[in-house]
């Protein structure tokens, strides 16, 4: 039996029991679990319920876990930001070093969640697809509930290309051959399909997607940030040409993506990246009522969640090597704790509370003073580390929670990410006039940096767009795959803040930092290797 059939029949098993005692009300208004089987969704209404449930997937902990494997948040801590240049987790680094610094992606153990989980998304929006032309309804929320799971699918993909696949430049002009594409509910031996044909599939669904959307006059609920509309397909679209190396493509649907999605002002930029705002395109549900607890994001991540309240660990920092390069009239720098707010020795690894009396008051006074801004409502009130007592150098108050122990939303796809989208694009396609104008859109007048000015070109232009890329998508999961795309080596040794285990410089190499594809897969997938494997079913 297929490793695959397993993940689809657990996501169908789990959903049938759920759907028949919860009431409809709930399933309507939160993501609720599994999609079903044919039965279940023989409804335009029971559809959306199994888009609640995809959802669901992405925040809560999957029946395989170990060690927090509990969606999308795990693949953007584990997979994305503990192996970044610019995100550190001080506290956990003697632990987690290897992880970090790159050595595991040829580890069975840790690269199977990612393979297990996003192929868990691809069997549910399968069933959906499969399914929602013959159910019975309201046609709209059909055509609707297409859109959304095609997105569900391609974004699937894209992100599995991340981890699986080698780089663009480095695949053989898209012929090499990691990723079994499966379309259908289908669930035998299947071997795995090109880059281009990937690619090509990704670019299918996110159109279909898109046509799907724009002929129904279903709308998603402003608050649903959890189920994807069109301008999410149009996201999705970007990301994997821009991974694509497609850049006219990719400059195009970035465009498209952020329409109806302005960029936040500065009020909301400090609310604590907890709650939606006007440019979240897509993220997770945050509520109470479906709080994955101890691996939630919040509790480990937020600086007023458990971790960063109750324990000497913190909750994240930055590298001062990057927030030395963000001039001080930057909003963003003020979300972290630089040296050159408090006078920070580079000797100290952390602000003891009783050891370090002064500069402690001076981190919480400056603290206390940057709370001042959050005047949304949006975060919980802040305790933080007067309450654990510690402060990193760089630690962080740009995720917060809004209820214990961390209870909060997640972004996942955001408008100024599309516009990064944009710069990138255009300076790969020539004109740095166009790209500067982008990155002058997203920092000065949005009044992040209102004295910010570009008038780079060339390999600088490219460095800037990296350094702000970096700086304003920090901690939400890039660090990883916009390093691996770059080619470009993931090097801590410049970083005073950084523990000395994961001090380190991780060169780029021909595999194009391809994480192994899981034994799960090749064991029991006898087409994935070739023919040699068929006598062992």
């Not at 001062?320 to 408090?342: E, G, M």
Request: glycine share 8%; hydrophobic share 35%; with cysteine.
């Amino acid at each position: 039996m297929k490793t695959f059939k397993y993940i689809v029949l657990g996501c169908l098993a789990s959903l049938s029991a759920v759907m028949t005692s919860c009431s409809s009300d709930y399933l309507d208004t939160t993501p609720t679990e599994s999609v079903s089987d044919k039965t279940a969704m023989g409804t335009a209404e029971n559809i959306y319920k199994s888009l609640n449930g995809i959802a669901l997937t992405m925040s809560t902990q999957q029946s395989m876990g170990q060690q927090g494997e509990c969606g999308e948040n795990n693949i953007i801590t584990l997979y994305e930001n503990y192996m970044s240049q610019d995100y550190y987790y001080n506290a956990f680094a003697s632990g987690w070093g290897p992880i970090m610094n790159l050595k595991y992606t040829q580890n069975n153990y840790y690269s199977t969640y990612p393979w297990y989980y996003y192929y868990n998304i691809i069997g549910q929006a399968n069933a959906i697809i499969a399914n929602v032309d013959n159910a019975t309804g309201d046609e709209e929320l059909k055509k609707f509930c297409k859109g959304a799971a095609l997105t569900f699918r391609a974004y699937a993909y894209e992100k599995l290309i991340h981890y699986y696949a080698p780089r663009w430049q480095d695949s053989n002009n898209g012929e090499s051959k990691v990723i079994v594409l499966r379309i259908d509910e289908s669930m035998g031996d299947k071997a795995p399909s090109s880059l281009n044909d990937v690619y090509a599939q990704i670019y299918k669904d996110c159109q279909d997607a898109i046509t799907s959307f724009e002929s129904s006059n279903y709308k998603r609920p402003s608050t649903q940030v959890w189920i994807p509309n069109v301008n999410v397909a149009h996201a999705v679209y970007a990301r994997a040409a821009l991974y694509r190396q497609d850049y006219q493509t990719a400059l195009a649907q970035a465009t498209e993506a952020r329409k109806g999605y302005p960029l936040m002002n500065n009020i909301d930029y400090q609310a604590g990246f907890c709650k939606p705002t006007s440019e979240w395109l897509f993220g997770s549900y945050g509520g109470a009522s479906e709080n994955n607890w101890y691996w939630s994001f919040g509790t480990q991540f937020s600086c007023n969640g458990y971790y960063g309240t109750k324990t000497g660990y913190g909750a994240g920092q930055i590298s001062d090597a990057l927030t030395s390069q963000i001039p001080n009239t930057d909003v963003r720098k003020h979300l972290f704790l630089t040296p050159d707010k408090i006078g920070w020795s580079e000797s100290d690894e952390y602000l003891d509370g009783e050891a370090d009396t002064a500069a402690f008051n001076k981190a919480v006074a400056y603290m206390d003073s940057i709370h001042e801004a959050y005047t949304s409502g949006y975060a919980a009130p802040y305790q933080g580390c007067k309450q654990a007592g510690y402060f990193f150098m760089g630690s962080q108050w740009k995720f917060y929670v809004f209820d214990t122990p961390g209870v909060g939303y997640l972004p996942f796809i955001r408008s100024s990410e599309m516009l990064l989208i944009e710069a990138e694009a255009n300076h790969f396609l020539g004109n740095d006039a166009a790209a500067q104008a982008n990155l002058v859109e997203l920092n000065q007048k949005t009044g992040r940096d209102p004295k910010y000015t570009c008038t780079k070109t060339d390999d600088e232009m490219f460095k800037e767009i990296v350094k702000y890329r970096t700086l304003e998508l920090w901690g939400e999961g890039f660090g990883f795959s916009d390093y691996k795309r770059w080619n470009l080596p993931i090097d801590r040794t410049n970083s005073a803040n950084v523990d000395p285990s994961i001090k380190v410089r991780v060169e780029t190499n021909a595999t194009g930092w391809a994480w192994r594809i899981p034994l799960r897969e090749t064991d029991y997938n006898h087409d994935y290797l070739g023919t040699q494997n068929k006598t062992v079913k």
